[in-house]
C-alpha cells in the first residue's frame, strides 16, 4: 500500500476514534441522573397520581399552558423589564401528553383522561411514544425547579386543575406488569 494511501487511512481512524470518544463521553455528560428512584411503596405515598394509561395525543405547548392566568400575569408583569428573561420564558415548551386511562393506582377524581406535562429540554424527560401504554407517577410540583416559578406569588396554586408532572426520576416508564402487581399490593 504507498504510504500516502497509509496515511491517509491512519489519519481517518484516528478521527473516527476521536469521534465515537467524545460521543460517548457527551452522552455520559448529559445523560440522566437521579439521586434516587423510590421503591413502588415509596413513590405511592409521594405522588399525587399513579395509573396504567395509553397515550392518545402528544404536542409541544408553550410553558405558560400549565399556569393559572393570575399567577401566569404576575409571571409576565414581573419578567416584563427583563426582554430576555421575558422571551424566553414565552418561547419555552413542554411536551403536553394525553392519556387514556386504563387502571388507577392512586388519586381521587382522576378522569377517564389525564393530561400528563414533561419538558423537553433535559435528558431526564420522557419521549412518550403515541399508543403505547405506560405506568404514570405523576406530581402536582414537578416543575418548581424552574427558574421562572420564583417570580410567581402563589407556588402551591401555580398549576391548573387536573394538570400533572413527570419525568425518568419518578418511576414513569412503559407499562409492566410486574410493577403493576407490585402497584397493586399498596393500593388503598
Not at 457527551?26 to 421503591?39: M, W
Not at 388507577?104 to 433535559?122: A, L, P
Not at 435528558?123 to 404514570?136: A, E, N, R, V
Request: glycine share 4%.
Amino acid at each position: 500500500m504507498p504510504t500516502y494511501r497509509r496515511d491517509k487511512l491512519a489519519k481517518d481512524m484516528r478521527r473516527l476514534i476521536t469521534t465515537l470518544t467524545l460521543a460517548l463521553f457527551y452522552g455520559q455528560l448529559f445523560a440522566c441522573v437521579c439521586d434516587k428512584i423510590e421503591s413502588v411503596k415509596e413513590s405511592m405515598e409521594r405522588y399525587s397520581i399513579i395509573f396504567h394509561g395509553r397515550v392518545v395525543e402528544k404536542s409541544l405547548v408553550p410553558y405558560s399552558t400549565i399556569f393559572q392566568s393570575d399567577q401566569l400575569n404576575v409571571i409576565r408583569e414581573r419578567l416584563k423589564h427583563d426582554t430576555k428573561k421575558s422571551t424566553e420564558f414565552e418561547a419555552n415548551k413542554i411536551q403536553k401528553v394525553t392519556f387514556e386511562v386504563i387502571e388507577i393506582f392512586k388519586g381521587h377524581n382522576i378522569r377517564s383522561i389525564v393530561t400528563i406535562f414533561t419538558s423537553t429540554n433535559t435528558s431526564c424527560d420522557i419521549d412518550f411514544k403515541t399508543t403505547k401504554d405506560y405506568l404514570i407517577y405523576g406530581t402536582r410540583n414537578g416543575f418548581n425547579n424552574n427558574r421562572f416559578v420564583k417570580y410567581a406569588d402563589n407556588k402551591n396554586e401555580l398549576i391548573k386543575a387536573g394538570f400533572y408532572w413527570t419525568h425518568h426520576c419518578t418511576r414513569t416508564a412503559e407499562f409492566n406488569e410486574q410493577e403493576k402487581q407490585e402497584l397493586i399490593k399498596y393500593k388503598k
